[in-house]
């Protein structure tokens, strides 16, 4: 069974860098996925900000790109987001999720979704 | 503002049909067939209920539809159940490696 979890932090203060981590059970992060990071602030849609394939190959959603660096460790099956100088404006829910083999596709399954909240 | 327009509700009544639209220009939906469609309920995770336009992932009951007419992507669900009460959203490949998701439509089942 495919599984995603989201873990990290859950309350930064105004100019820190968030720091989550996606561990994936039940396939190989090798095989021809790639891995995407999805946020919802409350109340509000769904916003992409970026995906990676296990070699490296990034793709980010050009409003965040400056902040984000989203990487990945085969050896532990999970893949990670970095947003730094983040603000209040970056408190939402974190997911992430397994992405159709193209990489700028479908998102299936995702994790649950881990509060992050950035409060002074 | 989201890239993709969707209306911010529809309803319907048990046994009928809605559609729900998503809009965007020749640049995304009208020119690749990459529109995903998301079902999410109150505090759960989305779920994938339709890919690349019009097929349907294992497990999604055939109820659920995707099409696709110019720069307008549609999701229809037939046979309207109360536990498809949801927010559904739609999302694209947008070119120059960009992927946009529309504002989201509440579903409610009268």
């Known amino acids: 069974q495919v599984q995603l979890q989201e873990s990290g932090p859950g309350l930064l203060k105004p100019s820190e860098t968030l720091s989550l981590t996606c561990i994936v059970s039940g396939y190989s992060i090798t095989s021809h996925y790639y891995g995407g990071w999805i946020r919802q602030s409350p109340g509000k849609g769904l916003e992409w900000i970026g995906s990676i394939y296990y070699s490296g190959t990034t793709y980010y959603n050009p409003s965040l790109k400056s902040r984000v660096t989203i990487s990945i460790d085969t050896s532990r099956n999970q893949f990670s987001l970095k947003l730094n100088s983040v603000t209040a404006a970056d408190t939402a829910v974190y997911y992430c999720?397994?992405?159709?083999?193209?990489?700028?596709?479908?998102?299936?399954?995702w994790g649950q979704g881990t509060l992050v909240a950035v409060s002074s | 503002q989201s890239a993709l327009t969707q209306p911010p509700s529809a309803s319907g009544s048990p046994g009928q049909s809605v559609t729900i639209s998503c809009t965007g220009t020749?640049?995304?939906?009208?020119?690749?067939?990459?529109v995903s469609w998301y079902q999410q309920r109150p505090g759960k995770a989305p779920k994938l209920m339709i890919y690349e336009v019009t097929k349907r992932p294992s497990g999604v009951p055939d109820r659920f539809s995707g099409s696709k007419s110019g720069n307008t992507a549609s999701l229809t669900v037939s046979g309207l159940q109360a536990d498809d009460e949801a927010d559904y959203y739609c999302?694209?490949?947008?070119?120059?490696?960009?992927?946009?998701f529309g504002g989201g439509t509440k579903l409610t089942v009268l």
């Open positions: 999720a397994r992405q159709g083999v193209n990489g700028l596709s479908w998102f299936d399954p």
């Open positions: 999302s694209t490949y947008a070119g120059s490696d960009n992927l946009v």
């Open positions: 020749t640049s995304d939906v009208g020119y690749y067939n990459y």
